[in-house]
């Protein structure tokens, strides 16, 4: 029968590299319950007829270029069991997974086994199409297999580009696909967990195929493809591109790859979450400039100041689903502007400018120049894999990661984040992503390239910055706080005193003044109008009144901005008022009444006042006392209330 083939694009063929060369993506989660043998497999089964590139093998032609091979049957996802020793066994597998090519090992990885152990199931009764696996032999031969001679070559030849490995324990389990980079993205990834999760869960749950594009002229609209400008333009670029990138070997990798992997708490993302937004910025644009500063800060001279951050190309192409695999990402580089004063001005520049370039990105548009550039992607994986690059690190924030934390037959304790080690020059990669309201984050590298030292003071930098710049935010929040308190107190207070004073003023004077009928004979305290019956009462009414007022208005006032005095009790509070009100009457009366005695016995006998002078002076002084009073009660009132 024949087959159906189809070319790698070009961004699958940079992230294929060659066949020798393994570039694998690795994402586990970790599990509180029982998995069964049989949902795993069934599982895995609907998974891989659901997915068209699960269902591929790799060849290269003659020239070396590599095509997707489809098939109709093929092996089942080969699982590796191993048994749970401690809780970082995931990473020891991360790195194994990092390093093994796909095809060498696919007849040993298909069997249910243990390390240790030897309990295997077989291959070849999995698989009847296998020519000789059962009785019906001749019934099962086709073109697909006839040529093969060796069972080694069979299952090189027909293992799926996807493997799992079961980190069996007796409570928590990890599982672990892994994927060449070629045919998934972090998108994909959490798609295929997502998928696998649900079908452990619920085994009677079926899942929708769909058809994988033959051309990726099926994404690109008519317009673009009949541009006569953009066919020259790659054309073009993509002889230039021939011309300037040299054709030198790359050199061998030297060095380890390994991982660093932490996360934050809820708290601390919370807090993190909170201050971006307060800041108007993004969490991906705080922690870009994070890593920056501290990269900047260890290395120096070497630092450039620049992170790659790859764009997820179904926000730029909607023909391609969310739940379908694709594995061509878009880069777009940003940088910190050093001009900016503060954390938190960096973060909010980096991400317009990351807004900014990612709107000016094209995807259908990147996917139809790229396709130009065949010609020339063994020229740019060799330039990857001899040169570092204008950039310091490749930064992907994958933010919440769309899984359900909680299932009917288990629970999902951790996500790690999808990681895969590159094997450029500057293979340096940071990994972020959220799940339970907790920041996972991952340095990928090599040792040879940024050692594990420079690594682990960079990862303990960068949460110190956060740190700080989230604290110097919380001082900068309570001194605009406390600014804006005082403003709406002076506010409060100018208000106040000016009403007190101006109706204190008119009302005293009318008083005085309407009360003398004869306004030419007013004495202190003798004859027919005497001055002091409005004078006396006023020293010692006015205060209290006023203290008690004012008081109970700024207590109003302060508890309405979440401040509170000590003493919240209610008759407490009216005792203490009541205290503050007396002695601010009796502060007021007793020098005024002995003032107004002496005045009264070094006057001659009979003396009297004009009685306009009078009623105005009582007007200026009721004014001026309760200016005085009400403005000793506001700051008697705030000294004592706090936050």
């Known amino acids: 029968m024949s087959m159906l083939t189809r070319k790698l694009i070009t961004g699958e063929r940079i992230m294929y590299v060659d066949a020798a060369t393994p570039v694998n993506c690795v994402f586990a989660v970790s599990i509180n319950g029982t998995i069964e043998w049989g949902n795993l497999q069934q599982a895995l089964a609907k ?21 997707f091979i489809y098939h109709d049957t093929l092996l089942p996802i080969p699982v590796r069991v191993i048994e749970r020793r401690g809780d970082d066994d995931w990473q020891r ?33 999995s698989n009847p199409e296998r020519p000789g696996s059962n009785e019906h032999e001749k019934d099962t031969v086709n073109d697909e297999t006839a040529g093969w001679g060796s069972d080694e070559e069979y299952y090189q030849k027909k293992a799926p580009l996807i493997r799992l490995v079961w980190i069996r324990g007796t409570e928590n389990a990890e599982l672990v696909i892994v994927c060449p980079h070629c045919i998934c993205d972090g998108v994909s990834f959490v798609a295929l967990m997502r998928e696998l999760l649900l079908l452990l869960d619920q085994p009677e749950q079926t899942l929708t195929p769909y058809r994988s594009f033959k051309e990726i002229r099926e994404y690109i609209p008519c317009r673009l493809l009949k541009s006569k400008w953009l066919r020259w333009k790659g054309v073009w670029m993509s002889r230039l591109a021939g011309l300037l990138l040299p054709d030198k070997p790359p050199a ?108 000016r990105l094209n995807g259908q548009k990147a996917l139809m120049m790229a396709e130009y550039f065949h010609g020339v992607v063994h020229r740019l994986v060799r330039m ?81 910055i956060l740190e700080d710049a989230i604290q110097r935010m919380r001082e900068e929040d309570e001194g605009e706080k406390q600014q804006r308190a005082q403003k709406w107190m002076q506010l409060f207070t100018v208000k106040n005193l000016l009403w007190y004073f101006i109706t204190n003023l008119l009302f005293n004077w009318a008083v005085s003044y309407y009360g003398f009928e004869n306004l030419k004979a007013v004495s202190l305290f003798r004859g027919n109008y005497p001055y002091a019956r409005f004078f006396l009462p006023m020293m010692v009414f006015l205060p209290f009144f ?11 006032f302060l508890e309405r901005r979440n401040r509170f005095l000590v003493t919240t009790a209610a008759w407490e509070r009216r ?64 000294r004592r209330a706090a936050y």
Not at 314 to 319: A, C, G, K, Q, T
């Open 47 to 67: 998974i891989q007829a659901r997915h068209p590139l699960l269902r591929v093998t790799l060849e290269e032609d003659a020239g070396g270029v590599p095509y």
């Open 546 to 556: 006023i203290t008690w007022d004012m008081a109970q208005r700024t207590i109003v």
């Open 384 to 464: 990857l894999r001899n040169k570092p690059g204008s950039h310091d690190f490749t930064f992907s924030n994958m933010g919440q990661l769309a899984i359900p934390d909680t299932y009917s037959n288990f629970e999902v304790n951790a996500l790690y984040s999808p990681t895969v080690a590159f094997p450029w020059k500057n293979p340096n990669t940071i990994v972020v992503s959220s799940f339970k309201k907790q920041m996972d984050c991952v340095i990928i590298s090599r040792d040879s390239y940024l050692n594990r030292e420079d690594a682990l003071w960079i990862k303990g930098r960068v949460m110190r």
């Open 252 to 359: 061998p990798l030297q060095g380890e790859n390994y991982l660093l992997h932490w996360r934050m708490d809820t708290a601390m993302t919370a807090t993190i979450t909170g201050a971006c937004k307060r800041a108007k910025t993004s969490v991906h644009g705080a922690l870009c400039v994070a890593f920056l500063q501290a990269w900047r800060e260890r290395k120096g001279r070497q630092a450039r100041n620049r992170a790659i951050c790859p764009v997820d190309i179904r926000r730029l192409v909607p023909e391609i689903e969310d739940g379908h695999m694709f594995a061509f990402a878009p880069i777009v580089e940003v940088r910190v502007d050093k001009k900016a004063k503060g954390f938190w001005a960096q973060a909010c520049l980096l991400k317009k400018q990351l807004t900014e370039k990612v709107q």
């Open 93 to 125: 597998v991360y790195r194994e997974e990092w390093a093994k090519p796909f095809g060498e090992e696919g007849r040993q990885e298909n069997n249910l086994a243990g390390e240790g152990s030897s309990n295997r199931l077989s291959s070849r009764k």
């Open 575 to 638: 005792q203490w008022l009541l205290k503050l009100s007396v002695r601010n009457a009796l502060f007021c009366f007793l020098p005024s009444a002995a003032a107004f005695c002496l005045l009264h016995m070094l006057l001659p006998e009979g003396y009297t006042f004009n009685g306009r002078w009078l009623a105005l002076l009582q007007g200026l002084l009721a004014a001026l006392l309760a200016t005085c009073c009400a403005l000793y009660s506001i700051r008697y009132i705030e």
